[in-house]
């Protein structure tokens, strides 16, 4: 079992930026779809943006301030999350799919909170 590593949780005020980092502890062979995801509280999961080699794509509420950096190292993905607002804050998850094996990887899961 692949075990999925995240960082970059936390607090932040409204406006604020953040950086969420998710790496795998071993190799995932055929690793074709990364995303990341994330709920609130009394909401359902919501996919927050999500790349591949058809491109990325991110979800209309985070579109223009959350972006997916490009990453030389293998089997991690980052999240950039800028102007941060309130309705922002939920826990957010990493999302790994292999090709190769039809095997889904998930983070834990990290709390991110935006407010004064």
């Known amino acids: 079992q692949v075990r999925l590593v995240e960082s970059g949780g936390g607090r932040v005020q409204p406006g604020g930026s953040r950086r969420r980092s998710c790496a795998a502890e071993?190799?995932?062979?055929?690793?074709?779809?990364r995303e990341w995801s994330r709920q609130a509280p009394g909401k359902g999961r919501e996919l927050v943006a999500s790349t591949s080699n058809g491109g990325t794509r991110y979800a209309d509420s985070v579109k223009g301030r959350f972006t997916i950096p490009r990453e030389n190292a293998e089997n991690t993905v980052s999240l950039q999350m800028n102007s941060l607002k309130p309705e922002d804050t939920a826990v957010y998850y990493c999302h790994f799919f292999s090709s190769n094996t039809l095997s889904d990887y998930w983070g834990q899961g990290t709390q991110v909170t935006v407010s004064s």
């Open positions: 071993g190799r995932i062979v055929g690793m074709s779809v």
